[in-house]
């Protein structure tokens, strides 16, 4: 009999199974608590973890608005204080300088690395403050400068400059300190033979005659000339004609004397009692008062009897 066949013998197996038991109880009591605890760990550490990750998003979603959506972000670094300020008081107030002013994250890094090393700005491009704001211009009006806008609530010189012709708008606008006013210096650029001739208006602009308001679908309104000129009769012959027509800033303000037989009149030169003046060498201007045109029974009586005996206008032949 071997020493487990006795051991056997003087223990039942019941009690040699409850005696395991008893052994091993202990142990794995505590193996079961560590697994416990080592379960009750992890969901802390999942349940930690996952809090921090959402807060993090948030926090990362926040700063990103800020930094992309909030106009003080560019206070806070920049010396800005002017330009923010005029930004307040313009016309662009209701716009973030996000919308305009885009920044990389390249440029963003570069912009940190200089503003903390305290390096020369002009180290780098500083593309977001000269050069992107002004291609954003035309997504906010593009009514204003698209291509055939002759109605009255569209802007025909934008339209031929800009889409016609291709000018960026800041060849024509000053962007200092967010003022977009017109450069007016800047149409002698492209326009050198248009020089304004005439005694007073040598000093004159080009936008106090051309318009480039909704306002006007004419790029030189008609109320303009009268507006310098109340006592141009805006009634009467020849009213529908615009000024220009006859007086060229550009070129001989006053009109030449054949300009009326040469542009419109070209009948009257050689037919009826103008046909016959004109032959013994006289011209419009010589009868005809500029901008009242009609010879009325006082004019005819001092003028006619210069040349010959006084003839009602009336019978004047055509």
């Known amino acids: 009999m071997n020493a487990k066949t006795t051991y056997v013998a003087f223990f039942p197996e019941s009690l040699y199974k409850r005696s395991c038991a008893f052994r091993a109880g202990p142990s794995m009591k505590w193996e079961k608590k560590i697994a416990g605890l080592v379960d009750h760990i992890k969901g802390f550490v999942l349940a930690a973890f996952l809090i921090i990750s959402i807060l993090a998003i948030v926090l990362a979603y926040r700063y990103y608005e800020y930094r992309q959506e909030d106009p003080n ?63 954003e211009c035309k997504k906010c009006h593009m009514d204003n400068v698209a291509q055939g806008s002759l109605s009255l609530q569209k802007s025909y010189g934008h339209a031929k400059h800009v889409f016609m012709q291709g000018i960026e708008c800041k060849v024509c606008h000053k962007g200092n300190l967010h003022n977009f006013t017109p450069n007016e210096s800047a149409c002698s650029g492209c326009h050198k033979d248009k020089g ?48 220009h027509q006859c007086h060229k800033p550009h070129g001989t303000i006053m009109p030449a004397l054949a300009l009326c037989t040469t542009e419109c009149h070209s009948n009257e030169a050689t037919v009826g009692q103008h046909g016959l003046h004109m032959k013994k060498g006289l011209n419009c201007l010589d009868c005809h008062k500029a901008h009242t045109w009609v010879v009325g029974e006082n004019r005819a009586q001092t003028l006619c009897s210069r040349c010959h005996p006084y003839k009602n206008p009336r019978l004047f032949i055509y």
């Open 73 to 135: 972000f560019c206070v806070s670094c920049h010396l800005m204080k002017e330009a923010y300020k005029e930004w307040q008081k313009g016309k662009h107030r209701d716009i973030v300088c996000q919308q305009c002013h885009h920044v990389s994250m390249l440029e963003q890094n570069r912009l940190l690395v200089a503003f903390v090393m305290k390096q020369n700005e002009q180290a780098f491009s500083q593309s977001h403050g000269r050069e992107k704001p002004w291609r």
């Open 196 to 243: 304004v001739h005439g005694i007073g208006m040598e000093a004159f602009s080009c936008l106090k005659c051309h318009s480039y308001s909704e306002k006007t679908a004419s790029m030189i309104p008609k109320d303009r000339c009268i507006k310098c000129h109340p006592s141009v009769s805006v009634k009467g012959p020849m009213s529908g004609i615009l000024c």
